[in-house]
């Protein structure tokens, strides 16, 4: 697969580090319910070690996964890390022993948490990191974020940062945020049957500001629509790969980090690429996210 046809490539804004638009997300190589390790940690490595050999050098990743278990397997896996590999990683989270989401946002726990990172993965310095907002569910809650953002602002300036970025935000907060430091990225939930961050995406266009979606193919509870699998089928491509072909389409500033833990799904992601999407198939996709609110 060319390397040329991963989506593209994007220049984070105010920075040297370009990506190809199809990444990769860590978040699946931890076990069940993004705890503990996988069952098998050769196949997570060799998932990891073909998505780079593909071609792709965008990699998502958290030390709250497992916690601690995908950073040690992407170690594993790629290190020495090779150059132009650029690796982000999100604060804001802690799994405590019952195995549920809690915030950890004191600077304290940033600070802990940047550390964490930079043992785990071997790093001396992170490319990106994500400010998470825990908020409710998988939505964002307003409030101020500016004590958490100030705290990463201080690790960038000491230099165990290299830029800044957001998830699970509100347009509120990163106009905030961008009154203490850049901010080159923003993750948030959005796909064909969620697009509540449509007009986000397009003043964030405007600025060059990355929009990563997570669960671009609906997450724990992958989407379902006829009229998707219907368009698949006459384009010869399977579902999800229309939903991440769409993505791609919607915006040039959109970056997907899709994940699996299967070299075969991998590999249908890394395809999505190289899916044209025709005007009047985009059309039909799009009717999908009314047909979803109608439904709630």
Same mark, same amino acid.
């Given at each position: ?11 984070? *804004?105010?920075?040297? !580090?370009?990506?190809?638009?199809? /990444?990769?997300?860590?978040?699946? !190589? ?5 705890? /503990? *390790? ?9 998932? %990891? ?20 278990? $995908? ?17 982000? $990683? ?30 785990? %993965? ?27 953002? $100030?705290? !990463? ?29 850049? +901010? ?33 193919? /609906? ?8 009229? %998707? ?8 491509? $399977? ?14 500033? +959109? !970056? ?16 999505? /690429? ?13 009717? +999908? ?8």
């Amino acid at each position: 697969m060319s390397k040329e046809k991963l989506g593209g490539r994007f220049t984070f *804004p105010g920075t040297s !580090l370009t990506v190809q638009r199809i /990444g990769y997300g860590a978040m699946q !190589l931890a076990g069940p319910g993004v705890w /503990g *390790p996988p069952k098998d940690v050769d196949a997570a490595v060799a998932v %990891l070690r073909e998505a780079v050999a593909a071609g792709v050098n965008h990699i998502d990743t958290s030390d709250f996964y497992g916690p601690h278990v $995908t950073n040690e397997i992407i170690r594993q896996a790629l290190h020495p890390y090779q150059t132009g590999l650029v690796i982000v $990683t999100k604060l804001g989270g802690r799994r405590p022993p019952d195995k549920s989401w809690q915030p950890a946002n004191s600077s304290e726990e940033l600070i802990a948490g940047v550390h964490d990172n930079l043992r785990n %993965l071997g790093l001396d310095v992170l490319d990106i990191v994500n400010y998470r907002s825990m908020g409710s569910g998988h939505g964002p809650e307003e409030g101020s974020i500016a004590v958490q953002v $100030t705290a !990463l602002a201080d690790l960038k300036r000491k230099g165990l940062i290299r830029y800044i970025g957001l998830s699970n935000v509100t347009a509120t907060q990163i106009a905030e945020a961008q009154t203490i430091t850049e +901010i080159v990225c923003v993750q948030n939930l959005y796909n064909l049957a969620y697009r509540q961050d449509d007009s986000l995406i397009d003043d964030l266009a405007r600025q060059g500001i990355a929009y990563v979606p997570f669960f671009p193919l /609906g997450g724990f509870t992958p989407l379902q629509s006829s009229t %998707l699998s219907e368009v698949a089928d006459q384009l010869g491509a $399977t579902p999800m790969q229309v939903a991440l072909a769409w993505l791609l389409q919607r915006s040039p500033n +959109i !970056l997907l980090i899709p994940g699996t833990s299967s070299v075969a799904h991998l590999r249908e992601n890394l395809a999505a /690429g190289q899916l044209e999407l025709p005007p009047e198939f985009v059309i039909k996709l799009n009717g +999908i996210a009314d047909a979803a609110v109608k439904e709630q």
